[in-house]
């Protein structure tokens, strides 16, 4: 089939997983975006603002464990996007970003282009910073071989990447993309890092199994699983790996947050003396409020194609290759291992209490009670840690590199890719930033539930600096908005208020819902709270 370079780079996508496309058009990108409406390889949807683009697109992968796409015009728009990338780079999350680019000969004019920053190569030096791996797009000879070699990078490293697409090259005829090629496993050095890793196990006192984003990102949650029952020894999963290996038939004693959270995980992970890491990004947000610093020498960090012991390595052992490794050799460790059970909170008083946060958790715990699990996208603020009181289920939110901005479009994106209503969790500040992409729900016929936690402060903030006035915030009445934006909004603040809002959403599926939950400054989750004092703890430890 004769191909162009954009139908190659469409069939490669689709070919490699992806499933739609997010983007915003601009002229150096419009004849891309015309070849993706007229030959409608990939659903498209556009949005109302770069950075929206891209959490949506990351989200896209994420919740899908594959490619995500943004395809922005070049300078404005892909600049415009450089957080919601990073975010994506931070957080493992394989987000392909398609530029369009000024043509071959324009840059020959001697001018300086409109979007141009320094110089017509900026773009592409700011994208070398936030992705994998790059290619520009500028010869019909190698563009099959440089979308597989990009591609496949982000499919292997789970890792965004970045393409450049001049705009007078777009319908030039080019040959088909090559397959995706999966990263050289290394199945002998797998083997004996899986018989060096089982000895360990087997000899420590207290061994115990940490989980983590890669989990998911390379959608290994079954096969580690298996593994974990098999072996029989404490499992937990990471702040950002909340939510995987939930429902599994495994030891699993919760999410780990240090002395912030519950303490089943926190004993189990910070008393062992072998600590297998499977896919943990080594951040503060995982780590930074352990109670004793976990003992790295006794520690197994399998991330990033590498697995670490305290003093040597095996490269180029991929996540997967040694899931499977162990797989074959695994045998029980012997621990009796607890059967835990989160509790999360029930029952919320149909009465006229006022709402603090954790009510708003109380309360979709009730709803999943009566109508089943739903995916939850959260975005930065005290609804994160709120999410962390909800029962277990499909989570997406920043838990590390923890920009604002993504709740509302991930929302959207989850909505468009799993066909589920997902429930929106976003802070009033959050909201002001990203929130108004919602009115495009209409036009797609999406339908998300949105619990916009009003505190008219960046409370967050607040909780760690109390004082300043600037954390305080204006109100807005979003609910009264929502009706403008093609939805339907309700203001809240009681318990009675929230469970019949909740109701009335879940029974309005024609359009998004939005409930706008009146909360008092200075009121915040447990979880946030106790996070906070665990930090405070931690420094005043740190000045002694
Ligand atoms: N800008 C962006 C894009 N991301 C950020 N994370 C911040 C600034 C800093 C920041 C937080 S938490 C927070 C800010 C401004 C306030 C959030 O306010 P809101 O959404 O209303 O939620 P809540 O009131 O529950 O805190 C983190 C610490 O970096
Ligand atoms: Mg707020």
């Not at 770069?50 to 600049?79: K, W």
């Not at 277990?392 to 994106?413: C, K, R, W």
């Not at 909505?415 to 429930?423: E, F, H, L, S």
Request: some cysteine; aromatic content about 6%.
């Amino acid at each position: 089939m004769s191909e162009t370079i954009a139908t190659a780079l469409l069939h490669a996508l689709k070919a490699r997983g992806a499933d739609r496309i997010f983007g915003i058009p601009g002229d150096f990108v419009l004849p891309f975006f015309r070849v993706i409406e007229d030959s409608d390889i990939l659903p498209w949807h556009t949005l109302s603002h770069e950075p929206g683009v891209g959490y949506a697109a990351d989200a896209a992968g994420r919740i899908n464990c594959t490619l995500g796409v943004a395809v922005v015009t070049y300078g404005a728009g892909a600049l415009n996007m450089v957080n919601a990338v990073a975010q994506a780079y931070a957080e493992k999350s394989p987000l392909v970003v398609i530029s369009g680019a000024p043509g071959a000969g324009e840059g020959e004019l001697g001018l300086g282009l409109h979007h141009q920053v320094k110089t017509l190569n900026s773009q592409l030096a700011i994208y070398q910073e936030l992705t994998c791996a790059q290619a520009v797009l500028d010869d019909p000879e190698t563009a099959p071989q440089e979308i597989a070699r990009v591609l496949d990078a982000a499919r292997n490293l789970s890792r965004p990447v970045y393409i450049e697409i001049p705009r007078d090259l777009v319908n030039v005829a080019c040959a088909p993309v090559p397959p995706f090629v999966l990263a050289p496993s290394n199945p002998e050095g797998a083997r004996a890092c899986a018989l060096e890793i089982m000895a360990k196990l087997k000899s420590a006192e207290k061994p115990a199994i940490l989980v983590g984003v890669e989990a998911r990102r390379y959608d290994l949650e079954d096969k580690i699983s298996a593994l974990c029952k098999k072996l029989g020894i404490p499992v937990a999963t990471s702040f950002m790996g909340r939510g995987l290996l939930a429902g599994r038939d495994l030891p699993l004693v919760g999410t780990y947050l240090g002395s912030a959270g519950e303490d089943l995980p926190a004993r189990a992970i910070e008393q062992a003396d072998s600590l297998l890491m499977l896919g943990v990004i080594m951040s503060d947000t995982n780590f930074g409020v352990s109670g004793k610093n976990i003992d790295m020498r006794a520690a197994i960090q399998a991330l990033d194609r590498n697995v670490a012991f305290a003093h040597h390595r095996y490269p180029g052992i991929s996540l997967e290759s040694l899931v499977d490794a162990l797989g074959e050799i695994a045998e029980p460790v012997g621990h009796a291992t607890p059967n835990y059970t989160p509790q999360y909170a029930r029952g919320l008083p149909d009465d006229e209490t006022r709402l603090k946060p954790s009510h708003i958790a109380m309360a979709v715990n009730d709803l999943f009670d009566k109508y089943g699990r739903m995916p939850i996208a959260s975005d930065v603020g005290d609804c994160l840690f709120t999410g962390l009181e909800i029962e277990d289920t499909e989570f997406v939110a920043p838990g590390y590199y923890a920009s604002m901005g993504p709740g509302v479009p991930a929302g959207m994106a989850i909505n468009a890719v799993t066909g589920k209503r997902p429930i929106i969790l976003v802070g009033d500040g959050a909201f002001q930033m990203t929130g108004w992409e919602i009115g495009n729900c209409r036009k797609y016929g999406w339908s998300p539930i949105v619990i916009l936690f009003n505190n008219k402060s960046w409370e967050m903030l607040r909780v760690f600096q109390p004082g300043p006035k600037y954390h305080d915030l204006d109100d807005w009445h979003y609910a009264e908005i929502a009706r403008h934006l093609g939805g339907r909004g309700t203001r809240v603040s009681t318990c009675a208020q929230l469970k019949s809002a909740l109701e009335q959403a879940i029974d309005d599926t024609t359009s998004f819902q939005l409930i706008e939950v009146m909360l008092e400054r200075g009121e915040t989750s447990e979880t946030l709270a106790k996070f906070a004092s665990a930090i405070r703890e931690m420094s005043v430890l740190k000045d002694e």
